[in-house]
């Protein structure tokens, strides 16, 4: 078990390398750079500020720097934002991109998951049709679209319900609402299937047949089995979520990460770039770790490290 | 001897959207205490639907739709599900055909276990567990302190029919109903299971509904036979009246298609020409007729009564009837039942 441990983190490790010069290398070959403008700057400072920066090492070299201070969790300084490393820019904007998305997670949770199971248990009942009705409408809606109805349907229209930023709870309802659109109903529908394939297996009848109450054979016997698929999904998910989204931060104006990453793209800021999404790319391996592990409670054919069939 | 279970004119239909599929069409029968009665015939003649009537367990879209089912003198088809919660695991049991997909994956054996006999006992986690340890023991688990903390892909398929076993009689259940339950299984596990159905049948004195589709098993531990066939009751007797002297055309049948090893004697195999009869639109007649050697006209219009041969034997089949021609074989009775 140990083991297996030490081997997953060395393959993300391994993961991460690769993924680190794979963005560092395709970052480079496009032609541009940070310092380009759409008014030109003279030869000069550019030449002046790709030394500052070190850019007019050979890339090789720029690359063995580079990757040197990746693995001292330093970042390195943002080409753009002046005088801030990216390691500033995940601090400021971690945090609120973290209490968005912790919410956003949990109504994923606390609605997706019943609203599936009920939905699967109603089976082409009124109440079946409107949930998947809704979640129809969950995944194809854009959040950018959510967003704005929400703000021109609610907050411009009820004084307190504050329209940007994330001063009171309150301000949480929209983004959370925005961001977790496209993954609640997504869950609501995988747990419906799950919940449905999982009702007509034997041992469901068994369960019946030993006088089970009704609560026991579905809260007990056929949640556990349905959740497998549905945490396959969300532990990604969560990765993605809490690294925020760039839609959602601009239209409520939330100082987020989500911001910085899709910015530093057009602004080709090289170490923001890699620095994003070396970060993204660890969050999100940490992530499928834990769902491994969350896998081996929930159904006991999978021992870590290997898996055992009938 | 008194009776445990009494079928009464049973009618089960499945209401699909390709129209009514009629699984079980009338039937009745009588359960004495400590008998093993066997249900057999092909598959698809209504075996399976006629257990999970008894049980209320029919799915969605079937429904029972006429006839009792008196459990001790009380008629289960008037009770809700929550009431047969209260019967099913405890007074009546089932053992299914699969025990590969039967046991839930995601439990150990010992937690499924407790949970049925603190289900229906009131026993506290502790007790349930030394209970499930002596049933464990009961059904032939080796090392139940070991296993009972297993998970069911640790156990090959006998073993988990044993678990399975273990609880459906943790309650020591009046009546057991076993649908298949070796059908699955390799042949020398298959002895073993029933020979453990057969010690436990005296060990907790319960009445037993084994059903099956080969007459083998039923003659090696049951001591009366209902033969099945399109979702009716084709012959009724007690073990020795139908292997001496079978009474029905497709018992007959049956007996010629499978091997007798039993008695020792080689035959030919002899199978059973066309298939059972479309459920959806079954014949108005026998429903064996359009593939009964002997069938008469009356055969394809109306289905026989029960016409009884014996005090322990009863067949529906024209044949009985005083004006039916001569058949070698196939006794005349003076009346109907
Ligand atoms: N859920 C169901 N929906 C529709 N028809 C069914 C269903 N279950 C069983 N049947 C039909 O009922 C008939 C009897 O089935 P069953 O009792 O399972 O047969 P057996 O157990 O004797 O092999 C079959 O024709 C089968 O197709
Ligand atoms: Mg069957």
């Known amino acids: 078990m140990f083991g297996y441990y030490l081997k997953r983190i060395f393959s993300a490790i391994v993961t991460l390398f690769i993924i680190a010069t794979l963005t560092f290398f395709m970052m480079r070959a496009i032609p541009g750079g940070p310092f380009t403008r759409e008014k030109a700057l003279p030869d000069q400072i550019i030449a002046q500020l790709n030394a500052k920066y070190n850019l007019d090492d050979p890339v090789i070299v720029q ?9 001292t969790f330093n970042f390195g300084p943002s080409f753009r934002e002046l005088g801030l490393t990216v390691n500033d820019l995940i601090r400021q904007g971690l945090p609120g991109s973290m209490k968005v998305g912790i919410v956003a997670v949990l109504m994923i949770l606390v609605f997706g998951i019943p609203m599936g199971i009920i939905s699967a248990l109603k089976q082409n009942k009124p109440i079946d049709y409107t949930v998947m009705v809704l979640a129809t409408i969950g995944v194809t809606v854009p959040s950018f679209v959510v967003a704005t109805l929400y703000i021109y349907l609610i907050s411009s229209r009820v004084s307190w319900i504050p329209i940007t930023g994330l001063s009171n709870p309150i301000a949480f309802i929209g983004p959370a609402i925005a961001l977790s659109g496209y993954s609640l109903s997504y869950v609501a529908r995988l747990t419906r299937s799950s919940m449905l394939e999982v009702l007509r297996q034997d041992y469901i009848r068994t369960a019946r047949a030993n006088g089970l109450s009704e609560t026991r054979v579905i809260g007990k016997h056929a949640l556990k089995n349905a959740l497998i698929p549905v945490v396959t999904y969300v532990g990604p998910m969560i990765a993605a979520i809490l690294t925020g989204s760039f839609v959602v931060e601009r239209i409520f104006a939330i100082n987020g990460i989500g911001r910085y990453f899709v910015e530093s793209v057009s602004n080709r800021d090289y170490t923001v770039i890699i620095g994003m999404t070396v970060f993204y790319a660890g969050l999100y391996i940490f992530m499928v770790l834990l769902v491994d592990i969350a896998y081996s409670f929930i159904d006991p054919r999978i021992k870590l490290g290997k898996r055992t069939g009938d | 001897m008194a009776k445990i279970l009494e079928v009464k004119n049973l009618r089960t239909t499945f209401f699909t959207h390709l129209g009514e599929v009629q699984a079980v069409r009338g039937i009745s029968f009588d359960l004495e205490e400590g008998d093993i009665l066997g249900i057999v015939g092909e598959s698809g003649s209504g075996k399976s639907v006629t257990s999970l009537s008894i049980m209320g367990l029919v799915d969605e879209p079937g429904r029972i739709v006429e006839g009792e089912v008196l459990f001790e003198g009380l008629d289960l088809t008037k009770l809700d599900q929550k009431e047969m919660s209260n019967y099913r695991g405890n007074e009546i049991s089932m053992i299914f055909q699969d025990p590969m997909t039967s046991i839930n994956p995601a439990f150990t054996v010992g937690n499924q276990l407790r949970e049925v006999i603190m289900t229906h006992t009131g026993m506290n986690k502790e007790q ?44 020591n259940p009046k009546l057991l109903i076993a649908d298949e339950p070796t059908t699955a299984l390799d042949v020398t596990i298959q002895a073993q299971i029933l020979e453990l159905m057969r010690d436990l049948k005296t060990k907790i004195n319960t009445s037993i509904i084994l059903i099956t589709h080969d007459l083998g098993v039923i003659s090696e531990i049951c001591n009366k036979v209902i033969v099945m066939y399109g979702g009716m009751i084709m012959e009724k007797a007690d073990i020795i009246s139908l292997f001496d002297n079978p009474q029905h055309p497709y018992t007959r049948g049956l007996m010629l298609s499978v091997p007798r090893n039993v008695t020792g004697k080689k035959a030919r195999l002899i199978p059973i020409e066309g298939s059972p009869p479309d459920l959806m639109a079954p014949p108005s007649g026998c429903p064996f007729s359009p593939r009964c050697q002997h069938a008469m006209e009356i055969c394809l219009k109306k ?5 009884k041969i014996s005090d322990t034997q009863e067949a529906s089949c024209w044949l009985h009837h005083p004006d039916a021609p001569e058949v070698k074989g196939f006794v005349k009775v003076a009346g109907e039942k």
Do not use: D, W
């Open chain 2, 128 to 171: 349930a567990h030394q209970r499930a340890l002596e049933l464990l023991t009961m059904v032939g688990i080796p090392e139940p302190e070991t296993r009972i903390k297993n998970h069911p892909y640790q156990f090959s398929g006998g073993m988990r029919q044993r678990a399975l076993i273990s609880m459906a009689i943790a309650c």
């Open chain 2, 303 to 307: 289905a026989a009564p029960l016409f």
């Open chain 1, 63 to 71: 690359y063995l720097n580079y990757m040197k201070g990746i693995a």
